[in-house]
């Protein structure tokens, strides 16, 4: 008995011992080192980006897009959206400084932008001439007016060719337009003889096409140019000169283009030649021609040749509506059968190479629509396509190293464009290069 007392004992003693042991062992140990990581939490709320249109934000805003009708003004048009009589004819009023909304054209584009309730409200009207530039109307509180223009993309394109029909009809089928044309035509103006071109003429261009929205829109400038005919080379190089302005150059850095243009119309054709002897075909007797005929549809633009000043803008039962321009002590030009003279053209007006001054008609003593133009050395009339006129000024001797490097790469560039290969199907082909 004596003994189970003292086993029992011994027990007790022995399942105290342990646990304290156990318990004061893990009490003592060491605590181990915790690394607290930092976990990043996302930010799921996302900045608000309102909608724009035109710069315009029309979150809170219906838009409806349309056309310009035929005849149809300004008061046509906002008379569904509850604009007040006031504002309309203070736009009227007030447009002239900005853009005259009497000289909508139709067929162009135009957005009304209102509020979506009940009463269909205008805040803004949005009239667009073309891809590019367009007018706003803000008729909120006070009625404000402003022009814009969207973002213009430039793409440097290449195109290659060769004649086969003509130079317009060839350049539309490799992907020109007849901006494009145009400004080719006005790079050689004075070395080639466009009226001449012939079959087997080739060209190559590096220039700038432009995108808005993504979308072409129109030509920008020719940077470079290569043109043959009749087995003559000619290169051109578009360079700017801080003191003298922009133009195009050969590969000595001599000026390509004179101080007068090479025609007072942009490429179109000779339908008579100046000559001492011509059967003319209203009077119908022979006489002098004693200027250059060129035929093109009635409202062609008229240009004037160089910078001068107006002495003559008038109707003449022979010569219709006229202009004559001075444009230094012994060269005057005259420019006959206007349709119509441009607006601000007029006596004592000065004008710049390159303005419009009046538009092609057949006003006067005239079969057709056409532009006879004449011009006038030391008071004598001369053939226009005859005279020697002095080029424009040549690249300056302190810009001639910085022109070298850059007209070598794209004359490198040029050269290295190859000519379509003639077969039976086409015989030109543009490739571009974004």
Known sequence: MQFLKKWSWSLVLFLGIVPATIYFAFLYQPIPEVEFVEVPVEDTVQAYIPKKYFGINVDSLQIEEGRIKRNQNLADILKPFNVPYEKIHKVAKDSKNVFDVRKFVSGKSYSMLYKGDSLKEATHFIYRPNSIDYVVIDFQDSVQMYQASKQIELKETEMVGEINTSL????????????????LVDVFAWQVDFFGIQKGDNYKLIYEEQYVDDELVGIGEIKAAYFEHLGDSYYGFRYEQDSVGV????????????????????????????????????QKRYKAHLGTDYAAPVGTPIRAVADGKIIAAKYHRFNGNFVKIQHNGNIATQYLHMSKIASGIRYGKKVKRGQTIGFVGSTGLASGPHLCYRFWKNGVQVDALKVDLPPSAPILAEHMATFDSVRLVWQQRLDQMNLPKVTADSVIYASISH
Do not use: C, W
């Open 247 to 282: 133009d195009y150059f050969d590969h000595q850095g001599q000026s390509l283009r004179r101080e007068f243009l090479k025609a007072p119309l942009s490429f179109t054709r000779i339908s008579s030649r100046y000559t001492g002897r011509r059967y003319h075909p209203v």
């Open 168 to 183: 317009y009809v060839d350049m539309l089928e490799a992907g020109g337009d007849a901006d494009l044309v145009n400004k």
